[in-house]
Each structure stands twice: as structure tokens, then as C-alpha cells.
């Protein structure tokens, strides 16, 4: 039976369509829901139009592909936004699917689920409007918080400018508190500082394509692609210092170009936040977690 999945982001829209425990299709469209968010609390109407149309389309598309079942969640841009249920409405007019809004616990929860199943490990997920890290170990939840700083955001609030981008994170990484995987205060420390740290989401992949030269999408070539903290950081400088127009020309960055060089900043500072030394970038994400957990196959 074939199932399909859309993910709302702040940033984009996707859906991945599923079979017999293996992802079968993933396909992306930018809509940029989260625009002007941090400015306003609100979402634009012509953001939530667009939005919509793109879950319609690809409800559309999974249900022509044989998809007998399509799920919709939401994250961080409906959730934190004083007329998120004006999007959830439009979508059900649209196509009758009902938005399913994630708490950014249950976000991380579906995002480290899908990227290292029941295993050990972590997660960094940065998204448009909130980025999770969460850990695990032994099947146990060794931390996950979810602060409301994504690449969108950044955008809105400091454009590109790498002084002021540095500022509104560093004033958000308070929000995560002390733990880093260097000096937990878990029983468990040492099991923690060798777990693998996945990223996972948009922001992750496309830092995997540029560092590939991909030029399009090609999840056989990235997942599973590292990047140290060093590496991050050049990268980060690297794509600051372009133009707009030249990420687009260069990279696969075509309406993310505003957005990826603070993204990639972002990443960085994470990492150091928490010491982490190095990330696998993860083409499983949030989108197998909320199908695992939503079908029951955990």
C-alpha cells in the first residue's frame, strides 16, 4: 500500500510518498509560509494561498500516483502564528485534508525517528521558523528542546549581514540551556559523546549539494554526507560574502539564496553550542517519523 506524506514548513512545502518501509518519491516547492513572521506574528495572505495551493497539488499528485492514504502536518510557522488556523481552513476548502499542527516536541520526535530509526543518536534540524536538536540513548530521550530560530526568521531579522545574524542566534542558543554532548550530566556521558549527529531538513540538504557541486536534487548522493564544524563555518563565510544572484547561478539554491548562507551559520553555531565536531547529513527526516509513528510501525 503506498502512503503519502506533506510536509508544511516555514520555508517549503514537500511531500514523500511511501511503500513497503522505503521511501519511493520526495519532491519540494518553496512557498515561503513563514515570511515576515518575526516581524508580525502572522502569516501573510498571500504566503497562506500559495501554501495551500502546493499541499492541494500534491495531495493531488500522491492521490494520481495511488496513494490510499495522504497525511498533512504543519510545524513551526502555523503553530507559532496568531492565524495559523486561517491556513488549516484554506487547505481543507482546497482538497478536504486536515492539517494536523505538530508541537515542536512531537516535530522532534517524528524528525530523529526518521533519521535514526530506533537506534542511538542525534538530530539537528533547522527549519524556516524553529530548529530542533534532540539526542537519544538506549531508547531513551537524552535531551530535545525546540527554539523558535530558523532560516527564515534569521532573514527577517537580519537579512545577511553576518554580525547581525550572529547576534539574534547567539541570543537564541540561551534558549537551549547548558547540556552539551561534552559535559552531559547523564549517567550515560560517554555513550553520549560518541553518538553520530545527524541534520536533517532543507537547509541540511542543500549544504550537501554544494558541497557535492549538485546543481539539483540527488538524495543518492548526499545522505549520508559529512561535514565538520570547520567545514561549516568556511561555508557559512563562503556564501555571506556571495551575491544572491550568484548562489542561484551557482549552487542549488534558487529561491533558498537569500536564506542558506544564515542557515549554514546557524548549523555552525549549533554545533558548537552542543560539541558537536562534525554532522552526517540525513535524507530521512521528519517525514518517515510522523508515517513510522502515525501507522504504528514503531
Same mark, same amino acid.
Given at each position: 500500500?503506498?502512503?503519502?506524506? %506533506? !510536509? &508544511? @514548513?516555514?520555508? =517549503?512545502?514537500?511531500?514523500?510518498?511511501?511503500?513497503? *518501509?522505503?521511501? $519511493? /518519491?520526495?519532491?519540494?516547492?518553496?512557498?515561503?509560509?513563514?515570511?515576515?513572521?518575526?516581524?508580525?506574528?502572522?502569516?501573510?495572505?498571500?504566503?497562506?494561498?500559495?501554501?495551500?495551493?502546493?499541499?492541494?497539488?500534491?495531495?493531488?499528485?500522491?492521490?494520481?500516483?495511488?496513494?490510499?492514504?495522504?497525511?498533512?502536518?504543519?510545524?513551526?510557522?502555523?503553530?507559532?502564528?496568531?492565524?495559523?488556523?486561517?491556513?488549516?481552513?484554506?487547505?481543507?476548502?482546497?482538497?478536504?485534508?486536515?492539517?494536523?499542527?505538530?508541537?515542536?516536541?512531537?516535530?522532534?520526535?517524528?524528525?530523529?525517528?526518521?533519521?535514526?530509526?530506533?537506534?542511538?543518536?542525534?538530530? %539537528? !534540524? &533547522? @527549519?524556516?521558523? =524553529?530548529?530542533?536538536?534532540?539526542?537519544?540513548?538506549? *531508547?531513551?530521550? $537524552? /535531551?530535545?528542546?525546540?527554539?523558535?530560530?530558523?532560516?527564515?526568521?534569521?532573514?527577517?531579522?537580519?537579512?545577511?549581514?553576518?554580525?547581525?545574524?550572529?547576534?539574534?542566534?547567539?541570543?537564541?542558543?540561551?534558549?537551549?540551556?547548558?547540556?552539551?554532548?561534552?559535559?552531559?550530566?547523564?549517567?550515560?556521558?560517554?555513550?553520549?559523546?560518541?553518538?553520530?549527529?545527524?541534520?536533517?531538513?532543507?537547509?541540511?540538504?542543500?549544504?550537501?549539494?554544494?558541497?557535492?557541486?549538485?546543481?539539483?536534487?540527488?538524495?543518492?548522493?548526499?545522505?549520508?554526507?559529512?561535514?565538520?564544524?570547520?567545514?561549516?563555518?568556511?561555508?557559512?563565510?563562503?556564501?555571506?560574502?556571495?551575491? &544572491?544572484?550568484?548562489?542561484?547561478?551557482?549552487?542549488?539554491?534558487?529561491?533558498?539564496?537569500?536564506?542558506?548562507?544564515?542557515?549554514?551559520?546557524?548549523?555552525?553555531?549549533?554545533?558548537?553550542?552542543?560539541?558537536?565536531?562534525?554532522?552526517?547529513?540525513?535524507?530521512?527526516?521528519?517525514?518517515?517519523?510522523?508515517?513510522?509513528?502515525?501507522?504504528?510501525?514503531?
Amino acid at each position: 500500500m503506498k502512503i503519502s506524506a %506533506i !510536509d &508544511v @514548513g516555514s520555508n =517549503s512545502v514537500r511531500l514523500a510518498t511511501f511503500a513497503g *518501509g522505503k521511501t $519511493l /518519491y520526495k519532491t519540494i516547492k518553496t512557498t515561503r509560509l513563514g515570511e515576515g513572521l518575526s516581524l508580525t506574528g502572522s502569516l501573510k495572505s498571500e504566503a497562506i494561498e500559495r501554501s495551500a495551493l502546493a499541499v492541494a497539488e500534491f495531495y493531488r499528485k500522491a492521490i494520481n500516483g495511488g496513494s490510499e492514504k495522504v497525511y498533512v502536518f504543519a510545524t513551526a510557522a502555523v503553530r507559532s502564528s496568531s492565524n495559523g488556523q486561517v491556513f488549516v481552513e484554506r487547505v481543507k476548502e482546497l482538497c478536504g485534508l486536515q492539517v494536523e499542527i505538530l508541537s515542536g516536541e512531537e516535530e522532534a520526535r517524528c524528525g530523529i525517528l526518521g533519521a535514526v530509526g530506533n537506534g542511538d543518536g542525534g538530530i %539537528i !534540524d &533547522v @527549519g524556516g521558523a =524553529s530548529t530542533e536538536v534532540t539526542y537519544r540513548v538506549c *531508547g531513551r530521550l $537524552l /535531551y530535545s528542546k525546540s527554539v523558535n530560530i530558523g532560516t527564515v526568521r534569521l532573514y527577517d531579522l537580519a537579512g545577511r549581514d553576518k554580525g547581525k545574524l550572529l547576534k539574534v542566534i547567539k541570543e537564541k542558543l540561551a534558549d537551549y540551556g547548558n547540556f552539551t554532548l561534552l559535559s552531559s550530566h547523564s549517567e550515560r556521558s560517554e555513550e553520549a559523546f560518541s553518538l553520530k549527529t545527524y541534520a536533517i531538513g532543507g537547509t541540511a540538504s542543500r549544504l550537501g549539494s554544494i558541497k557535492h557541486s549538485l546543481k539539483e536534487y540527488r538524495p543518492e548522493i548526499t545522505d549520508g554526507t559529512v561535514i565538520t564544524l570547520e567545514e561549516m563555518r568556511s561555508l557559512a563565510d563562503k556564501l555571506l560574502s556571495m551575491s &544572491v544572484e550568484e548562489i542561484r547561478a551557482t549552487t542549488i539554491c534558487g529561491s533558498s539564496a537569500e536564506i542558506v548562507g544564515g542557515g549554514c551559520l546557524l548549523i555552525a553555531e549549533v554545533m558548537s553550542k552542543f560539541g558537536v565536531k562534525e554532522i552526517i547529513v540525513s535524507e530521512k527526516d521528519n517525514l518517515e517519523g510522523f508515517v513510522l509513528l502515525r501507522e504504528g510501525k514503531l
